[in-house]
């Protein structure tokens, strides 16, 4: 399948400071991406290249066939773009910046009105985006980022501002998306949001790519634990090693749960000694790698590498 992204030995450098360092990666049609890293990372940097709004120092970049560095990028139609900290005319009504956006865009006005009610600000859509409180305002941008026949979608902290409704709300929007076709790149902080919602993490590290993989590509790279919990209401330490076998470091959490940091190749056998005939074990909960975990594994290797 022909990549929507294609960045090749991107290099990005403002006179002394290089904000992206020799970054090469493809993005799929129907693929969430989750653009992980601190500030100063140069994940925004990335998203500018891909939208043409900067120019590589080094290396090339395609965007669904277009290089965004060229004069003329019909390509950008089809990008949907919504920054970190979005920006509207005050004076203007959510339907007037929306209808200036579509026009932008070179979209039907109607079919866009359509996406006020889609983010929850239909009833609002009349007032003064003035009046609108930071939660609105970001909905106001995932809109006006919908406009028209998305291919590729980039959010810089899309969920900024929004409460926990709207944020279930907000990923179902970008699931339709994905499961029809368009590639969605997500830039944030919010790891735990991302980890069930993203199908490939690239991590971002001083202006390095340090990962780029699926989430279960990644845990079987970085070989971290797996967390098991074990549920056992009469906990007696002294009478662990009887039926649990020599387990070293475990933990006793709340009296009556066991947490153990179990390597992948350790893991089965002590669950099977865990679950045997005689065992106290009331239940079993297996905690893996979480992304947080990953992202902070990946980032010490790079600090540590020679």
């Known amino acids: 399948m022909t990549p929507t992204v294609e960045i090749d030995g991107v290099t990005k450098r403002y006179r002394s400071i290089q904000a992206v360092r020799d970054v090469s990666f493809r993005l799929p049609a129907g693929e969430t991406i989750a653009l992980v890293g601190h500030n ?3 994940k925004t940097t990335l998203l500018k290249l891909m939208l043409g709004l900067i120019h590589p120092t080094a290396g090339g970049i395609r965007v669904l066939g277009e290089n965004p560095a ?27 910046t929306l209808s200036f956006y579509a026009r932008l865009k070179g979209e039907p006005v109607a079919k866009a009105l359509g996406l ?16 609108y409180s930071k939660g609105m305002r970001q909905r106001l941008g995932l809109a006006q980022a919908l406009i028209g026949a998305t291919r590729v979608l980039l959010l810089d902290e899309p969920t900024t501002g929004l409460d926990p409704e709207l944020r279930v709300s907000f990923y179902e929007i970008v699931q339709e998306l994905r499961d029809s076709g368009a ?15 993203a199908d490939r993490v690239i991590i971002m590290n001083r202006g390095v790519m340090v990962a780029n993989g699926s989430i279960e590509a990644l845990r079987r790279i970085a070989c971290l634990p797996t967390r098991i919990r074990l549920t056992v209401p009469d906990l007696r330490p002294a009478a662990i090693p009887a039926w649990l076998g020599p387990v070293e470091g475990w933990r006793q959490v709340n009296g009556h749960l066991l947490e153990i940091d179990a390597a ?18 009331q239940d079993v909960d297996l905690i893996p790698p ?17």
């Open 183 to 197: 590639t969605v790149v997500l830039s944030s902080h919010a790891l735990t949001e991302l980890e069930e919602r």
């Open 40 to 42: 100063g990372a140069g």
């Open 116 to 131: 006020l009610a889609r983010v929850g600000l239909e009833a609002a859509s009349a007032r003064r985006v003035g009046t």
């Open 264 to 281: 992948a190749e350790d893991k089965m056998a002590l669950l099977r000694r865990a679950t045997g005939a005689g065992a106290p074990v």
């Open 70 to 96: 060229a004069g003329e990028f019909a390509a950008r139609r089809r990008l949907g773009y919504l920054p970190e900290n979005v920006a509207f005319n005050a004076a203007l009504t959510g339907r007037e």
């Open 290 to 306: 979480t992304l947080d975990d990953l992202y902070a594994h990946f980032l010490r290797s790079q600090e540590t590498a020679p």
